[in-house]
């Protein structure tokens, strides 16, 4: 079984920095895309940034110049460093990975899997 773990988040006052990481973690074979989406209040679920398995990077326009996706392949992991954060970064930060695994018979299967979401809240 496959399973994306989060950590990171919280509350930060505007111009502040956070940090998410998200494990994948189960009986991974490879891991494609990687990436981080927020949902704020009332709003669709946005893409902020991803990362191709050989780093090339993709950010919404926002994000530019602020934030950092990076990825770790040895453990499977993904972090966003957010700098210079504001208002409109607030909302629940999901993580988002698809790439292969085996089954419970040991056979390769695709995922393509979210995490719980974390909050990020940006308020003085």
């Known amino acids: 079984q496959v399973q994306l773990v989060e950590s990171g988040g919280g509350l930060v006052q505007p111009g502040g920095s956070l940090r998410l990481s998200c494990e994948v973690a189960?009986?991974?074979?490879?891991?494609?895309?990687m990436g981080w989406y927020r949902q704020g209040s009332g709003n669709r679920r946005e893409l902020v940034a991803d990362i191709a398995p050989g780093g090339s990077t993709n950010y919404i326009g926002s994000a530019k110049g602020r934030f950092t996706i990076s990825r770790d392949n040895a453990k499977n992991t993904v972090h966003l460093q957010m700098n210079d954060l504001n208002s409109a970064d607030t909302g629940v930060y999901y993580c988002?990975?698809?790439?292969?695994?085996?089954?419970?018979?040991?056979?390769?299967?695709?995922?393509?899997?979210w995490g719980q979401g974390t909050q990020v809240t940006v308020s003085s």
């Open positions: 189960g009986s991974i074979i490879s891991v494609k895309f």
């Open positions: 988002n990975a698809d790439g292969i695994a085996t089954d419970a018979s040991g056979r390769p299967t695709d995922f393509v899997l």
